[in-house]
């Protein structure tokens, strides 16, 4: 009765959908930041569409985060689009639901303990200082497409044992899978999904003879591939060899490509802010340079920390969330949200609120500090690695490995942004500036 009587007194939210079939899709894809900014204006901060072959219902703000995470696999469902699907693969933590999902999350977390984060510590800070290094003697470089390999190079030495340096035709292979993560699933030899299917059976292919490694030599790997392959619930039952293949896979993409944009970013803010970036060297020059860091120092280094975080809220990597299937028709807002329809939140947006953060165009890392904390006055008002059940698995990997880059390069380097490029920020598949960010490099003089 009460279902009905929603149906019957509640209004769909405002909005259009567009053509048939293709809604809006096209107008999305074209620029979704400038798509969504104009229909949240225009209709406030819930609104209908019709995305991707799907009616859809867009939700902006704390509430609406806090309404979404709350329901998580009660009255929502996890759905991708079908390329992500399979080049993701079944078993992948990205498209399990329920409680498949719940059950695996928490053998994949055993990957990410803080025993684990500190042993990845000594890795990834050779790793930067190597590309550090590298980089000064470029003098001059495109910083995206440089991070690009410096976070890939981490993830594959972490995540499988490999070094890409050694191994050009990996990254090679590794580019051509992801790039196919957002594509139209049609499978033909010259499309980029049917490169990236090819690409995919190459890398598992990859991941089968380190995984036989592995079993001869189990007590040797200390990277996440060794982890999982010796991971066990609470029964005492392992992850299958697909599991692990599939799930492995899925945390190079999502421990590569993110990281890259929020590192960018931050090297962008700064260069635009200089008296940040002095702030954060003051900070800097209280700790030992000559000390390996550990998880311990970076989490004493507060004013980073807030660096971090500003840079997270006002450039995330992903503007918005991955789509959920209304499972048990719903209110939100006053409105009726329909049975089968699918439902996002928008990332972007919700961290503009001015409701929630003074003057939320300005880059100001006080507002995390300990007498404001702007992020604390409304819960989900901060959701960089989304939030609730399906929060970022890698999320403390990812703020390590931020913190210690971060560290390394203020402590160090200068850097300044070579005129003449556009900066114009991209938002798919990642955020990102247009021009690959052109830099001048150098190491400080004391």
Known sequence: MASLLTQQTLPLPPGRLGLPIIGESINYLRDPARFIRQRQKQYGTIFKTHLFGRPTIVLIGADAARFLFTNESQRFEMTNITSFEVLLGANSIGVKTGNAHQTLRKQLLQAFVPRALTEYAITMEDLTRRYLHQWECMKTLTWYPELKKYTLDIACKLFVGLDTASDENLEKVYEAWSDGLLSIPIRFPLSKFGRAVRAREQLLARIDELIVQRQKQPAVYRDVLGILLQAQDEDGNRLSIEDVKDNVLAMLVAGHETLTSALTSLCLLLAQHPEVLQAARLEQAQFVQ?????????????????????????????????????????????????????????????????????????????????????????????????????????????????????????????????????????????????????????RRED
């Open 290 to 442: 000559t000390q390996l860091l550990t998880p311990e120092h970076l989490k004493q280094m507060t004013y980073l920390e807030q660096v971090l975080k500003e840079v997270l809220r006002m450039l995330p990597p992903v503007v918005r969330s991955g789509s959920r299937k209304v499972l048990e028709e719903s209110e939100f807002g006053g409105y009726h949200i329909p049975r089968n329809w699918d439902v996002f939140y928008q990332i972007q947006e919700t961290h503009q609120d001015l409701n929630l953060y003074a003057q939320p165009e300005r880059f100001d890392p006080q507002r995390f500090a300990c007498e404001r904390t702007q992020d604390k006055q409304k819960v989900f008002s901060h959701i960089p690695f989304g939030g609730g059940i399906r929060e970022c698995l890698g999320k403390e990997f990812a703020r390590l490995e931020m913190r210690l880059f971060a560290a390394l390069l203020i402590r160090d380097y200068e850097w300044e942004i070579l005129p003449g490029q556009n900066l114009e920020r991209l938002v798919l598949p990642f955020s990102r500036p247009r021009d690959g960010f052109k830099v001048k490099f150098w």
